[in-house]
């Protein structure tokens, strides 16, 4: 179960812009196992919203996990899994490195790493690429890694931001259908942002419309689209 309380971001004023309140008093809660979709425009506060639940960046108000407020915990105790946006992965380190790197991090034995590592880049379809540096991967290629590597971890709670935003748009169904079938497996509980209304409908268990730092609506599917709150045209 996770519950966010009354969260706010605000980046502060530099020379050139103003302060922004990126989150204004956001509150909801989020039953175990669910995969949460968050959209809306660009700009509409949902990758400070997930950089708020990591920590990355500073915040006020509560983040409960299994009740356990976690606001206070450094970002890297969080038991967390983040795919940003950037997808940064290590340079120098091999395919296999990269997405072993979570699993040696907690110093599990060899034969699970690689037993592990295989089974979720094969079903990424990137078995092929272990040996390579990350600078021989096309962007697509790179996100599936960075998918791959999250995927390995095994955290309380996974957060995907615009995760296939590289990947071309003839392989993104399928792509999404792939982290729709491993979080399920896995029965973890996600928070997924996209800023494209069809991709929320089809993923989401539950979906949660946010628009300049607040939330707009927030249900099932079904129900927003029933009560014309969101439509699969909007994009
Ligand atoms: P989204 O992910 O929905 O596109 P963001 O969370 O990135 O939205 O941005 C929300 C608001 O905060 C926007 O007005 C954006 O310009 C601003 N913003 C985002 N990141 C920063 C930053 N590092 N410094 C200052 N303002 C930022
Ligand atoms: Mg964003």
Redesign the pocket.
């Given at each position: 179960m996770i519950e966010i309380k009354d969260l706010s971001l605000k980046?502060p004023k530099t020379r050139h812009?103003p302060e922004?309140l990126?989150l204004k008093n956001v509150s909801f809660s989020l039953e175990e196992g669910t995969f949460l979709v968050v959209v809306?425009p660009?700009?509409?506060?949902?990758?400070?919203l997930l950089r708020a639940i990591t920590g990355i960046y500073p915040s006020h108000g509560k983040i409960l996990i299994n009740n356990k407020d976690i606001s206070k915990i450094h970002p890297s105790d969080r038991n967390i899994s983040y795919v940003s946006q950037e997808y940064a992965l290590y340079p120098h380190l091999t395919i296999f490195d990269n997405i072993a790197f979570p699993l040696k991090a907690k110093r599990a034995p060899k034969e699970e790493i690689i037993k592990e590592v295989y089974e979720v880049s094969e079903a990424l379809g990137i078995s092929h690429l272990m040996n390579r540096k990350p600078s021989e991967l096309s962007g697509g290629q790179q996100q599936r890694v960075a998918l791959a590597r999250a995927l390995v971890k095994k955290p309380s709670l996974y957060l995907f931001d615009e995760p296939l935003s590289n990947i071309s748009v003839d392989s993104r169904e399928e792509a999404r259908n792939l982290i729709k079938d491993e979080i399920k497996k896995r029965k973890a509980t996600s928070i997924y942002v996209t800023h494209d209304m069809k991709e929320a409908i089809q993923l989401g268990d539950k979906i949660l419309v946010i628009s300049d730092g607040e939330i707009k609506a927030y249900g099932e599917p079904n129900e927003l689209l029933s009560l014309g709150i969101i439509n699969s045209f909007d994009r």
């Open positions: 980046y812009n922004v990126a809306g660009s700009g509409s506060g949902k990758t400070s």
